[in-house]
């Protein structure tokens, strides 16, 4: 994959980077230095800071500088925008990396622990976009990136709250700046299995009842490696237009380089030639129920995750879409006049095409991957077939 990573792809930009020492941070870095930019690591551990820069500088020569920061500081972090728009000019881009992980109940890690996270994780990125924006928005280019994860988490709030608002402000930059060639979007980098995050997810774990390793067990299928996690972080850059407001992940980034192309021929029964409602009704019920029951079965983590990205892109819950499908399940058995509505559907249509945007960012398996995708995408053809009869 270094090869592939077009060693002149981002040849003279300035990309300001930080929390990027070690893990995923450094891996993004060393691909950033790959594609021919010049990095500069934002990091708050002056040995791993070093050290980060003169691995990088050692394998592509003069690509990385060094700053000492510590983002929870606000005149630091003034002071380093002022220091790079002195030597550097605008960076062509402001990738927020850096994070500070807060474990623990609600109710049990203090004020004082909530307002370092806030420090870090969203009051930091907010210091560097107001400095850096007036002059990306001048010169009509540049691009700020933030990285995201999966959301409100039990015994993680005092983290995910600001990851969350991470996106959101991302979301509006991007509607602000609508029709400029400045861009932002939130990226996560997946379940890695990164020192940091094996001390946060040892504290969840234990909380959940279960070994560090069990969770990670439990999650292998899913687990990606540092460095292509860092990859997918470099990758990304490169198709940040495309990006723009969204929230992607890294194996999406790196599947979307690689040019994967799905198709889609599967369905959920073996028999796709029959277009009466009846039968298209009875596929798609199947498809959701088994669907449902299946999230049911995941880890809290995973279950949470899914049931709020159901409810925000339905507008209704999982449990009230459910009842209404078993509504009308009983109306198909008892063979009364199945007058439909199409709103519903047309937001499950909605809802699959969305699920297999994520799925593309999700999985790493690429046999996997076009399975799944042609499996939901016959989901969505089934739909469209019967909203065709009942509009």
């Keep these: ?18 929390g990027a020492g070690g893990g995923i941070g450094y891996e993004t870095a060393r691909s950033f230095a790959s594609m021919g930019a010049t990095v ?8 791993k800071g070093l050290k980060a820069v003169e691995s990088i500088n050692k394998e592509f020569k003069n690509s990385a500088v060094f700053f000492l920061i510590d983002l929870s500081n606000k005149e630091e972090v003034i002071e380093l925008g002022n220091r790079i ?28 622990e909530f307002d370092h996270s806030y420090f870090v994780n969203l009051r930091a990125p907010l210091i560097l976009t107001n400095m850096f924006l007036p002059l990306m928005k001048k010169r009509d280019s540049g691009c700020f990136v ?5 959301g409100a988490a039990p ?39 990164t020192k940091t995050a094996e001390r946060s997810i040892e504290v969840v774990a234990s909380k959940m009842g279960m070994s560090l390793e069990e969770f990670y067990k439990q999650n292998d299928s899913h687990i990606l490696s540092v460095k292509d996690a860092g990859r997918g972080f470099a990758l990304s850059l490169l198709k940040a237009k495309d990006y723009n407001g969204q929230e992607i992940s890294s194996i999406q980034a790196i599947n979307d380089f690689e040019g994967y192309k799905d198709t889609s021929s599967l369905s959920c ?38 049931y709020r990205d159901f409810k925000k892109s339905m507008s209704m819950s999982v449990e009230s879409v459910d009842l209404e499908f078993k509504a009308i399940k009983k109306r198909i058995e008892s063979h009364e006049d199945l007058k439909l509505s199409p709103d519903l ?6 809802y699959w095409e969305h699920q297999n945007k994520l799925l593309q960012g999700f999985e790493k398996d690429k046999e996997k991957l076009a399975s799944y995708s042609l499996t939901i995408k016959q989901w969505i053809k089934d739909i469209e077939s019967l909203l065709a009869l009942i509009k």
């Design 40 to 47: 500069l690591i934002a990091e708050v551990d002056k040995d």
């Design 146 to 150: 933030f990285v995201s994860s999966s």
């Design 269 to 306: 029964q073996n028999d796709s030639s029959l277009e009466a409602k009846t039968i298209l009704l009875n596929r798609i019920l199947t498809c959701f129920f088994n669907q449902y029951e299946g999230w049911k079965s995941r880890n809290v983590f995973e279950r949470q995750w899914v």
């Design 345 to 350: 559907f047309k937001r499950l249509l909605s």
């Design 85 to 112: 728009l002195k030597d550097y000019g605008c960076p062509d881009c402001v990738f927020n990396n850096a994070a500070k992980v807060v474990t623990g109940s609600v109710g049990e890690f203090s004020v004082e």
């Design 1 to 18: 994959m270094e090869k592939e990573l077009i060693t002149k792809a981002l040849k003279n930009k300035i990309i300001l980077l930080t």
């Design 155 to 193: 015994y993680l709030g005092g983290y995910e709250t600001f990851k969350t608002a991470q996106v959101e402000l991302s979301n509006t930059l991007a509607m602000e700046l609508e029709g400029s060639h400045v861009y932002s979007y939130t990226i996560a980098p997946g379940l890695v299995r």
